[in-house]
């Protein structure tokens, strides 16, 4: 899971658990406290801006990738957690660093301040204090000298540029305006390597989509295919419905002619009948009158 959020910190020690807290909620924020408080936290790489890190959850190891840059916080987690704006494995790693930087600062304020203030002849006016213009050595001293941390720096540096999230160490005593030329330096590289990572990103998405693309593709080759086949199959079956509609009507129409032949014989059938009593009557007729006849001729003399 991947997400980004604005920030207005400059760096990751800068956001306290309250901060936290008020951005992923109570009990997202409560979860990922219990994960920090049973040590469960493994930092791998750390930096102001950057953090790696890995985080012994409930169903397994997750690995943490936070970064702070530009304004922006991304965090980027391998758990399958749909959490908003960021999950409760990320949570504990910004709590863990928190307590890392804190204790880091604790134990470097304890060791620079002194036990007792040093001794002093007088004390200094505002006067004294103010450089003068016949004693600039001070201040050329110190400028010199912060030109040469600066450059010992970049020369380290120039090796990791847009390869590495980490540069060079910056020397703690190196002040003023070139400590903010190395801040502003490590950012426009954080910056490089984060547009980098998009730019890789985009490429294996774009990778993933082609390929979705290609497959997809096939299987629509596949659809058309056996659609033509079905589209073939339907106009066969249509002829067929065709021939037997036709077939039918034939039978329909020899039907028809049927009827009307059986319709015919059976009159022709009735006529006969009647043609045959006729007969039949002018045969008795002629018999009656053959016997009349006969009736009538004299017989023979014996």
Not at 212 to 238: F, I, N, P, W, Y
Request: charged fraction near 25%.
């Amino acid at each position: 899971m991947r997400n980004r959020i604005s920030c207005s910190a400059q760096d990751l020690g800068q956001l306290d658990p309250a901060m936290v807290q008020s951005v992923v909620g109570d009990q997202v924020f409560k979860i990922g406290n219990q994960y920090f408080s049973d040590q469960r936290v493994n930092i791998v790489e750390a930096n102001g801006t950057q953090v790696v890190a890995e985080v012994n959850g409930t169903y397994g190891v997750y690995a943490q990738t936070i970064k702070l840059r530009g304004g922006t916080l991304s965090t980027k987690c391998s758990c399958p957690s749909t959490e908003q704006p960021f999950c409760r494995h990320c949570v504990a790693v910004l709590l863990q660093q928190f307590h890392v930087e804190s204790s880091v600062e604790k134990t470097e304020k304890s060791a620079t301040t002194p036990s007792s203030p040093p001794p002093s002849a007088k004390e200094e006016s505002p006067a004294d204090m103010s450089p003068s213009s016949d004693e600039p050595s001070g201040t050329v001293d110190l400028n010199f000298r912060e030109a040469t941390l600066f450059i010992d720096w970049i020369q380290q540096a120039v090796a990791h540029l847009g390869k590495d999230a980490s540069l060079a160490p910056v020397p703690k005593a190196l002040g003023g305006v070139a400590r903010e030329w190395t801040g502003i330096i490590d950012r426009l590289n954080q910056q490089f390597l984060e547009s980098e990572e998009d730019r890789t990103d985009a490429q294996r998405n774009l990778q993933s989509a082609e390929g979705m693309v290609d497959s997809l593709t096939k299987e629509l080759e596949s659809v058309k295919g056996e659609s033509e086949g079905a589209q073939q199959t339907c106009h066969r079956l249509e002829k067929k419905v065709k021939q037997l509609e036709e077939s039918l009507t034939d039978f329909t129409q020899t039907s028809k002619e049927r009827d009307r032949l059986v319709s015919k014989v059976s009159t022709m059938q009735a006529e006969l009948q009647n043609k045959g009593a006729e007969l039949e009557s002018v045969s008795m007729t002629l018999k009656s009158l053959s016997n009349a006849i006969r009736n009538l001729l004299p017989s023979d003399p014996k």
